[in-house]
């Protein structure tokens, strides 16, 4: 096939595919494609397509390293946060902050203003500190810029209980060490700003302390998950939708039944059918018995 820029375009757009052929054709043709691509995204703002190509262009510019995508990609961030939502998925929190800083152009500010922006999908602010926190950690963006912002987001961010950025907001106060913000966190968990269930209080206070003793697995942690996009194939030919699309998800296996008669219960024992009443009042003796007797 000749993969003009309109055939890979046209590849890409095609819904529910894995368009292996074209992503590798688009390779070769990255001069040409990049202006293309980023005009896919800032034109995804107005008119919201449902093809893949500006979620594949995102990976490519981020491939190439396209700095010039960075404006394009946050205004498509800024955008209604029900609609970034649905395009995205699960890109938000498994690849967004990866392809962020892989195209970052060296200006954080607009980076800020999205974290800073309560009417940005809630995962989108969230994993975009992250990014954030990473270019950091790569002497891309100065730790005192990112240590005034978690400063000033304390005394007035807003957001709603449980936001995921108040989780990274402890995250990245725990990954630089900050000791000072002991407190601040734990006032977090206590006013309900952090949900527990993400992680507790406890485990944070673990990662400070292994921070200070200067052990670095949160920074190696943070640094892993936003290490910049080298490949966008392998990079997607690993998800799940791609292995869908190319006929790569194994058929389930089946489990062998579990032989009821195999199982031993004591006559006085709870049934274990799980109606709290003893075994002999219960599933023992039944025209069809499910578990044999001791």
């Known amino acids: 096939m000749d993969w003009t820029d309109d055939a890979i375009l046209a590849a890409l757009a095609v819904p529910a595919a894995f368009p292996r052929q074209a992503l590798e054709a688009a390779r070769r043709r990255r001069e040409t494609l990049a202006p293309r691509l980023i005009a896919e995204i800032d034109g995804w703002r107005e008119s919201r397509p449902r093809d893949g190509a500006f979620f594949f262009g995102l990976f490519l510019l981020a491939e190439w390293r396209e700095t010039g995508a960075t404006p394009a990609i946050c205004r498509m961030l800024a955008g209604d946060a029900a609609a970034v939502d ?3 998925g699960d890109m938000i929190t498994e690849a967004l902050p990866a392809v962020l800083v892989s195209v970052f152009d060296g200006d954080a500010d607009p980076l800020f203003a999205l974290v800073d922006d309560p009417q940005v999908a809630s995962f989108v602010r969230s994993t975009v500190l992250e990014a954030i926190l990473a270019l950091v950690l790569m002497d891309r963006v100065p730790r005192e810029t990112l240590v005034g912002w978690l400063d000033r987001a ?9 936001e995921p950025i108040w989780f990274e907001w402890a ?52 640094l892993k998950r936003c290490r910049p996009i080298d490949n966008t194939v392998a990079t997607l030919e690993t998800w799940h939708f791609a292995r869908i ?46 578990f044999e007797a001791m």
């Open 86 to 88: 649905a395009a995205l």
């Open 154 to 162: 304390d005394g007035g961010l807003i957001a709603a209980k449980h």
């Open 171 to 222: 995250q990245a106060t725990a990954t630089l060490g900050l000791a000072d913000f002991a407190p601040r966190v734990k006032a977090a968990y206590g006013d309900g700003r952090i949900d527990p269930q993400i992680q507790t209080l406890g485990h944070f206070e673990e990662d400070l302390a292994a921070e200070l003793a200067g052990h670095g697995r949160m920074a190696a942690m943070a």
């Open 245 to 290: 699309a190319e006929g790569r998800v194994p058929k389930p296996r089946a489990i062998p039944a579990l032989q009821p008669a195999a199982i031993k219960v004591g006559r006085n024992e709870p049934c274990p059918c799980g109606s709290g009443k003893k075994f002999k009042k219960c599933c023992l003796g039944k025209a069809l018995p499910a």
